[in-house]
């Protein structure tokens, strides 16, 4: 079946710290992979996605590269702020969307200054 | 755009009460899913929509749970009679399109039974 599993938090660094969250993930066919945030009190949004293999996801300042020798989406970040703390969830979309997206559990990051 | 609105935010109830919580989507989107976050499990797919049709349900935990769609602005999530483990924040998410696949997360439900 289709699954994610993604390193267990909480993740706690200082400000301007490197990041690396772990993702990977099994499933049939060619998935595309997601990272949502969470920021307290509110609910999932997209920080970044890629379709296909190699491909590289953007976004304010966070990156992941869509890995399929590995089957790995791992996010980066190379400074993190405390705005960053907040829960990262991995998700892929096991084909073109027609079916829900399945998630990781979710790592919980705190940034302290 | 106002956003997937879910309401109340926040749900205290005793053991044993009907809970209903409560979402619309953004207009013009054609899926809907409910999901359930607690630590332990983290987030569960519970049952989702399309054009108002439940597609899956699989994820619902028991009978005591049920959701509806009576139009594509409204979608209820109800509990009866509630539990102490159903506490647990509740997200509604839309999306539009088959071949999409952002899905836009409400702000939740923050359930507690007591």
């Known amino acids: 079946g289709n699954s994610v599993t993604q390193m267990e938090g909480p993740v706690t660094l200082s400000e301007e710290a490197f990041l690396t969250i772990n993702c990977t993930y099994t499933a049939t066919g060619y998935p595309s992979l997601f990272w949502y945030v969470q920021y307290p009190g509110e609910g999932l949004q997209l920080l970044l996605k890629a379709t296909k293999a190699d491909d590289k996801g953007s976004n304010k300042g966070f990156e992941a590269t869509y890995r399929k020798e590995t089957t790995s989406f791992h996010l980066e970040k190379g400074s993190v702020q405390v705005s960053d703390s907040a829960v990262y969830f991995c998700a892929l979309s096991p084909n073109s969307g027609n079916t829900p997206l399945v998630f990781g559990k979710g790592t919980r990051l705190s940034v302290i200054a | 755009d106002a956003g997937v609105i879910q309401s109340p935010r926040h749900e205290v109830t005793e053991m044993g009460q009907e809970v209903t919580l409560r979402c619309k989507p953004i207009?013009?989107?054609?899926?809907l899913f409910w999901y359930r976050q607690t630590m332990m499990r983290g987030l569960e797919l519970l049952i989702y929509f399309n054009n108002n049709v439940p597609i899956d349900d699989s994820g619902m935990p028991e009978d005591r749970f049920s959701a509806k769609m009576p139009n594509a602005s409204f979608s209820t999530l109800k509990i009866q009679p509630s539990e102490p483990r159903d506490s647990a924040v509740y997200f509604c998410a839309s999306k539009f399109g088959q071949g999409t696949y952002e899905q836009y997360f409400g702000p939740g439900t923050r359930l507690t039974v007591t």
């Open positions: 207009s013009g989107h054609d899926y």
